[in-house]
């Protein structure tokens, strides 16, 4: 038995690691969010506004790939 691992056609693998990076952000901020620790998780709410950018370019995409 073997795994299908193709990716969907359109995936853009490079914004893999880029989500990975806001999920971090935000763990990170939600996780080590003490006092003494603020200023290193200062951008963690950072990682929401990314992923929304994400979300907004690849929901896009996705709308003009089903109008044409």
Not at 15 to 22: E, M, N, P, Q, V
């Amino acid at each position: 038995m073997s795994l299908n691992l193709e990716l969907p056609k359109g995936h853009i693998k490079e914004l893999d690691g880029l989500r990975g990076t806001a999920i971090g952000l935000v763990v990170l901020f939600h996780c080590f969010s003490t006092q003494p620790l603020d200023r290193f998780t200062a951008l963690g709410w950072t990682g929401v506004d990314l992923f929304f950018v994400l979300s907004g370019f690849l929901i896009t995409g996705i709308l003009l790939d089903t109008k044409n």
